[in-house]
């Protein structure tokens, strides 16, 4: 079993920066791989990145890529979602997910991989 808190959200102007954290509890977080998903009013949950258990890969969607970065530090249990430049449309509840890796270099960018999921954190950018 894997809990999943993030914290880090707020409201921030838009060009602005934001680092969510998600902080899981659990000997194996290690070996799990981590994602990011966000959800707008209205929308449909999107996938927003992804790691590797080891870190040593990722993947950002299209819509974030040059200006999100996802990063993780197994030591301290938690996973980490950079953002900058932020933009009115980023907008979102932002969720953390957690999947049990099948092996080192594994990542995931659809929702229905993922088997546990964090409360979500609300990020507003302001125009």
């Known amino acids: 079993q894997v809990q999943l808190v993030e914290s880090g959200g707020g409201l921030v102007q838009a060009g602005g920066s934001l680092r969510l954290s998600c902080a899981a509890s659990?000997?194996?977080?290690?070996?799990?791989?981590m994602g990011w998903f966000r959800q707008a009013p209205g929308k449909e949950r999107e996938f927003v990145a992804a790691?590797?258990?080891?870190?040593?890969?990722?993947s950002h969607a299209d819509s974030v890529k040059g200006r999100f970065t996802i990063s993780r530090d197994n030591a301290k249990n938690t996973v980490y979602l950079q953002m900058n430049s932020l933009k009115p449309e980023d907008t979102a509840v932002y969720y953390c997910?957690?999947?049990?890796?099948?092996?080192?270099?594994?990542?995931?960018?659809?929702?229905?991989?993922?088997?546990?999921w964090g409360q979500g954190t609300q990020v507003t950018v302001s125009s």
């Open positions: 790691i590797s258990w080891s870190g040593g890969r990722r």
């Open positions: 659990g000997r194996t977080f290690s070996t799990y791989a």
């Open positions: 997910a957690a999947k049990q890796g099948s092996y080192s270099g594994a990542y995931y960018t659809r929702g229905s991989d993922y088997e546990y």
